[in-house]
């Protein structure tokens, strides 16, 4: 009975420091080696991007990216190398050199192959009751040059516009940057 009750007590008391602990931690964000946020959304630089499943050339590729400026989330730095996701969920390693600070996202990757009339629609506005300029398929790629929480600046193509930022992977919900 005795050690049942020191071991509430000890759990009790371990929950307090975190539940104290945890707004101090919510405050500020994860940095990475570089001092920059973690996570963070960036792009592909290269035409040709080798992701290893390991931070070195010493380890093996896992994956070749075949295309530049696609959006990529970096989740975790050691020294030049960046760990990084998908949109697709892919994880790995990449040299730091590879990628670019230049904003860019995917038009609803979690719609593709969901039919052929699903588009993320592209508005004159950032309105939801604005006049449609472009429809994106799924999986389309896109520059982003501002998001204000709620919709993001866009182009596709020579197309410009506004797009929700809930359809879209390569912006956090309610981001906001210039």
Do not use: H
């Not at 020191?6 to 080696?33: E, H, N, R, W, Y």
């Not at 516009?161 to 906001?176: C, F, H, L, M, T």
């Amino acid at each position: 009975m005795r050690s049942i009750v020191f071991t509430v007590c000890i759990a009790l008391s371990l929950g307090f420091l975190d539940a104290a602990s945890a707004p101090v931690m919510a405050q500020g964000a994860a940095k990475g080696a570089s001092g920059l946020p973690l996570p963070r959304f960036v792009s592909l630089k290269s035409r040709r991007v080798n992701m290893r499943i390991g931070p070195s050339t010493d380890y093996a590729v896992s994956w070749m990216y075949m295309k530049s400026g696609m959006p990529v989330e970096i989740i975790q730095e050691y020294e030049n190398w960046r760990r990084i996701r998908d949109a697709d969920g892919t994880e790995g390693w990449v040299n730091q050199a590879l990628l670019s600070g230049e904003r860019t996202a995917v038009a609803a990757p979690w719609m593709r192959g969901k039919g052929k009339d699903v588009y993320v629609n592209m508005r004159r506005e950032a309105q939801s009751g604005a006049s449609v300029v472009a429809k994106l398929e799924p999986g389309v790629q896109i520059r982003i040059g501002e998001c204000n929480g709620d919709w993001c600046k866009a182009q596709a193509d020579q197309v410009t516009g506004w797009v929700s930022q809930g359809e879209i992977w390569g912006a956090y919900p309610g981001e906001a940057f210039k």
